[in-house]
């Protein structure tokens, strides 16, 4: 290990949506800690999207694209969805064949994502299904999920602990859904510090590949 007094010393101030705040954030930034332990982290969890330049922050996570002429948009990796409901409520009804279907369900909807594109054999599917609840916390989606309370398109990496031990479903596994893309955002600096530089390193060299076919 690096002599601690060579080590970067300072604050970070990261934002992140409450979800990826909840389901990644923790085990990331134990280990950027653990091989950093004199940088400290600030973390704000919200689903809005904060003045990177006039909150000070140092780093933002989010979903989707971004632009801003001081700020500089690095691509992280892409988010897979998925379909996912309670066996409870699926047995409560006819199955689900295809996406139009759900035009009859009790689907629930993340506020930012009111349309779920479906492709097979390139041919895209667009649905706004009537929301029986509209959110924009994934947590609360989850758990109505897993409760019964409808049918809900999640980032993988939040639900397949659920899938693997039965609580949840993946429907219409033979249908695409098009991943959304998780973006880094900083300021533009000529002069970062050398705990930013630190961050951009462990970011450059950590697997996000989870997140992309799911865990």
């Avoid at 060579?6 to 653990?34: D, N, R, S, W």
Wanted: proline content about 8%.
């Amino acid at each position: 290990m690096t002599n601690l007094k060579e080590q970067p010393v300072g604050t970070l101030k990261i934002t992140c949506p409450e979800v990826t705040a909840t389901y990644f954030m923790p085990t990331f930034l134990h280990g950027f800690t653990t091989q950093f332990p004199r940088i400290a982290v600030e973390l704000i969890a919200t689903n809005r999207h904060l003045d990177v330049i006039r909150e000070r922050v140092d780093f933002a996570s989010r979903v989707g694209t971004t632009t801003g002429q001081d700020l500089i948009v690095r691509r992280v990796s892409s988010i897979k969805r998925v379909l996912v409901a309670a066996p409870a409520y699926l047995a409560a009804g006819s199955p689900l064949q295809e996406p139009t279907d759900l035009l009859d369900r009790r689907c629930l909807v993340h506020d930012a994502q009111p349309e779920w594109v479906f492709s097979s054999d390139d041919t895209p599917i667009v649905l706004r299904p009537p929301p029986a609840a509209t959110s924009d916390s994934m947590g609360f989606l989850l758990q109505s999920c897993i409760a019964g309370g409808g049918v809900a398109l999640l980032p993988a990496y939040v639900c397949q602990p659920s899938v693997a031990v039965g609580r949840l479903v993946e429907l219409l596994p033979g249908w695409e859904i098009p991943p959304y893309e998780m973006m880094l955002i900083f300021p533009n600096l000529k002069n970062q510090s050398k705990a930013q530089a630190a961050f951009r390193d462990y970011v450059n060299t950590f697997d996000f590949s989870a997140f992309a076919v799911g865990r």
